[in-house]
């Protein structure tokens, strides 16, 4: 059923947009609609987004969460209190579909406005520049700091020092690591031996070589990091994975590798192959996306916006068509908080959106409440998320 009315949604959308639909798909859409006058109606409250070139200028002058709420408003006085649960679930499917079709949502409230959980303030923050640096002889470095790039850069210097700030050592030489772990709510950005770049996500640990030993510079990685890696055609550069090795010579690209979410990578530039542990291979192309399922599913790859996988490295989050159990597992390694869903309805929703990374995260939510007829209720460091 639910299957079902995503569907429709979807279908809905497209044809008020004007977006051409398959024979079948007409034929779908026309046998619903003659299905029940309850339908029509649906369909008829669809067309208001019917004109995208408005929408695409109400959202770029800031005024998409406005004409949403206007929507919303029109939905709870037009229809009957009996079915206003349903409406919320049908509209707000339909308006993030239109948001999917049209482009990304992007929205801002006035400061002014509170939340009805705004009594939770300080509850539940955005994370931090934050890791725990081991190093192989077993001490430990913890690096905070929140002010800018430049302090915590400046203190790594201090970090490679001890490192003896050698990129490769001779083969047969010992190899001892190092791990960069870094806690929920967290995030950083180191410069490797050999000055790959790597930005390190929250919930994640990057173990590295000391120094790398000369053909081969190996790195292993649990959660998430985006590579710049430096070039060298003589060394390939493999970031091991819980299901295979990630080989490159000099490109950018993003790996997440979470227990939750599975192994997938995303090319940013240059190429890169995957092998897993049980030979399968693969290599991508820029814009390419590999997800790897193991042994039941295999590789797969699509092509995709880069943006949407590589926005946290310049503190942005970037939803497209995402269901809300995705992007509030996102939230929650970030904002270190805890989900329940107390509706299991709510969690394929599928929602758009951008917030800054160190922005409150109620900015967020609350257009989610509004569009999408779901409610989020704050309880210390858990986010509870209903239906209305």
Same mark, same amino acid.
């Given at each position: 059923? $639910?299957?079902?009315? #995503?569907? !429709?949604?979807?279908? !809905?959308?497209?044809?008020?947009?004007?977006?051409?639909? @398959?024979? +079948?798909?007409?034929?779908?859409?026309?046998?619903?609609?003659?299905?029940?006058?309850?339908?029509?109606?649906?369909?008829? +409250?669809?067309?208001?987004?019917?004109?995208? =070139?408005?929408?695409?200028?109400?959202?770029?002058?800031?005024?998409?969460? #406005?004409?949403?709420?206007?929507? !919303?408003?029109?939905?709870?006085?037009?229809?009957?209190?009996?079915?206003?649960?349903?409406?919320?679930?049908?509209?707000?499917?339909?308006?993030?579909?239109?948001?999917?079709?049209?482009?990304?949502?992007?929205?801002?409230?006035? *400061?002014?406005? $509170?939340?009805?959980?705004?009594?939770? $303030?300080?509850?539940?923050?955005?994370?931090?520049?934050?890791?725990?640096?081991?190093?192989? &002889?077993?001490?430990?470095?913890?690096?905070? =700091?929140?002010?800018?790039?430049?302090?915590?850069?400046?203190?790594?210097?201090?970090?490679?020092?001890?490192?003896?700030?050698?990129?490769?050592? *001779?083969?047969?030489?010992?190899?001892?690591?190092?791990?960069?772990?870094?806690?929920?709510? /967290?995030?950083?950005?180191?410069?490797?031996?050999?000055?790959?770049?790597?930005?390190?996500?929250? =919930?994640? $640990?990057?173990?590295? %070589?000391? &120094?790398?030993?000369?053909?081969?510079?190996?790195?292993?990685?649990?959660?998430?990091?985006?590579?710049?890696?430096?070039? =060298?055609?003589?060394?390939?550069?493999?970031?091991?994975?819980?299901?295979?090795?990630?080989?490159?010579?000099?490109?950018?690209? &993003?790996?997440?590798?979470?227990?939750?979410?599975?192994? @997938?990578?995303?090319?940013?530039?240059?190429?890169?192959?995957?092998?897993?542990?049980?030979?399968?291979?693969?290599?991508?192309? %820029?814009?390419?996306?590999?997800?790897?399922?193991?042994?039941?599913? /295999?590789?797969?790859?699509?092509?995709?916006?880069?943006?949407?996988?590589?926005?946290?490295?310049?503190?942005?989050?970037?939803?497209?068509?995402?269901?809300?159990?995705?992007?509030?597992?996102?939230?929650?390694?970030?904002?270190?908080?805890?989900?329940?869903?107390?509706?299991?309805?709510?969690?394929?929703?599928?929602?758009? /959106?951008?917030?800054?990374?160190?922005?409150?995260?109620?900015?967020?939510?609350?257009?989610?409440? *509004?569009?999408?007829?779901?409610?989020?209720?704050?309880?210390?460091?858990?986010?509870?998320?209903?239906?209305?």
């Amino acid at each position: 059923m $639910e299957d079902k009315r #995503q569907h !429709m949604i979807h279908l !809905m959308a497209r044809k008020a947009l004007g977006l051409t639909l @398959s024979e +079948q798909e007409e034929s779908e859409l026309t046998a619903w609609l003659e299905a029940s006058d309850e339908n029509q109606r649906i369909f008829e +409250q669809v067309k208001t987004f019917q004109d995208a =070139d408005k929408m695409l200028r109400l959202e770029r002058d800031g005024y998409a969460r #406005q004409m949403a709420k206007r929507v !919303m408003r029109q939905l709870a006085v037009s229809g009957q209190r009996r079915v206003r649960h349903d409406w919320w679930k049908w509209m707000g499917g339909v308006a993030a579909a239109v948001a999917i079709i049209v482009c990304a949502v992007v929205w801002s409230l006035p *400061e002014a406005e $509170e939340l009805p959980f705004a009594r939770q $303030e300080g509850q539940i923050v955005p994370g931090k520049v934050e890791a725990v640096l081991t190093f192989a &002889n077993g001490e430990k470095l913890h690096i905070t =700091d929140t002010t800018s790039e430049e302090v915590w850069k400046e203190r790594l210097l201090v970090v490679d020092s001890a490192c003896e700030g050698k990129a490769f050592v *001779e083969e047969g030489q010992a190899v001892t690591y190092n791990v960069l772990a870094v806690p929920a709510g /967290g995030e950083f950005f180191y410069v490797l031996p050999d000055s790959t770049r790597v930005w390190i996500n929250s =919930d994640s $640990e990057l173990r590295f %070589p000391t &120094n790398f030993v000369d053909g081969v510079r190996r790195v292993e990685l649990r959660g998430e990091a985006f590579f710049d890696v430096a070039h =060298d055609r003589r060394s390939p550069f493999v970031v091991t994975l819980s299901g295979g090795d990630i080989t490159v010579y000099g490109t950018r690209f &993003n790996v997440t590798d979470y227990k939750e979410t599975g192994l @997938s990578a995303v090319l940013v530039e240059g190429s890169i192959g995957f092998r897993s542990l049980q030979g399968d291979t693969v290599r991508l192309t %820029p814009s390419e996306r590999m997800v790897y399922g193991g042994d039941e599913t /295999g590789i797969s790859v699509e092509k995709v916006d880069t943006e949407l996988y590589t926005a946290w490295i310049d503190h942005r989050f970037v939803f497209r068509g995402q269901t809300l159990e995705e992007i509030m597992s996102t939230l929650a390694r970030w904002y270190d908080f805890d989900i329940v869903f107390a509706d299991e309805e709510a969690r394929t929703i599928r929602l758009s /959106g951008r917030l800054n990374r160190y922005d409150d995260i109620r900015v967020l939510l609350r257009t989610y409440e *509004e569009v999408a007829g779901v409610h989020f209720g704050i309880r210390g460091r858990e986010i509870v998320v209903s239906l209305k």
